[in-house]
T-cell receptor, first 111, second 115 residues
Framework: EDKVVQSPLSLVVHEGDTVTLNCSYE??????LLWYKQEKKAPTFLFML????IEKKSGRLSSILDKKELSSILNITATQTGDSAIYLC???????????FGKGTKLSVKP | DGGITQSPKYLFRKEGQNVTLSCEQN?????MYWYRQDPGQGLRLIYY???????QKGDIAEGYSVSREKKESFPLTVTSAQKNPTAFYLC??????????????FGEGSRLTVL
């Protein structure tokens, strides 16, 4: 059965800390891995990683795909209270249009 | 502005009643999805549709039904057969061809509470 596992499930840090969120997957016909941020309601897209694009960076956020280890990390440096959210990892498979989501990591950044 | 609109945002239902959640998109996307989110459970796929007049069951379709009569609309009915319907429901859409596993665009969600 295809699955996506995120760790940790929750994390509390202080402003300025650097955090690393993990996502591992076991899927057939892997095609892409996506990261989303969910603050209140609608998840918002952060990154998509594929075999042709295994590293992405935007400001304080960066993500790397390790196809050998079947995993990805999302790094957030110099965290701010606005980074508090649930971070969702999802995997897409070839020939299938839907994504498989992990359970998410709830990040709380304290002032 | 282009986007996905879900309604209602909050809904209360008595046990035994069917309710329909609306999802409309003006992004001209072919594919649309319904996910259910429970605390600590991530997003679980209920139904998805890759083209008008066609849809497929996801992982937790029991107790739910959908229709896709128009490209822009993908309503979800939560039937009385759904044993634990209290949850947050998210609708999403995606452009490109049916096998494109790119970015999903999400609506703001509908929170259903069964009294």
């Amino acid at each position: 059965e295809d699955k996506v596992v995120q760790s940790p499930l929750s994390l509390v840090v202080h402003e300025g800390d650097t955090v690393t969120l993990n996502c591992s997957y076991e899927v057939t016909n892997f095609r892409s891995l996506l990261w989303y941020k969910q603050e209140k309601k609608a998840p918002t897209f952060l990154f998509m990683l594929t075999s042709s694009g295994i590293e992405k960076k935007s400001g304080r956020l960066s993500s790397i795909l390790d196809k050998k280890e079947l995993s990805s990390i999302l790094n957030i440096t110099a965290t701010q209270t606005g980074d508090s959210a649930i971070y969702l990892c999802a995997v897409g498979r070839r020939s299938q249009g839907n994504l498989i989501f992990g359970k998410g990591t709830k990040l709380s950044v304290k002032p | 502005d282009g986007g996905i609109t879900q309604s209602p945002k909050y809904l209360f239902r008595k046990e035994g009643q069917n309710v329909t959640l609306s999802c409309e998109q003006n992004l001209n996307h072919d594919a649309m999805y319904w996910y259910r989110q429970d605390p600590g459970q991530g997003l679980r796929l209920i139904y998805y549709s890759q083209i008008v007049n066609d849809f497929q069951k996801g992982d937790i379709a029991e107790g739910y039904s959908v229709s896709r009569e128009k490209k822009e609309s993908f309503p979800l009915t939560v039937t009385s057969a759904q044993k634990n319907p209290t949850a947050f429901y998210l609708c999403a859409s995606k452009g490109g061809d049916a096998t494109n596993t790119g970015e999903l665009f999400f609506g703001e969600g509908s929170r259903l509470t069964v009294l």
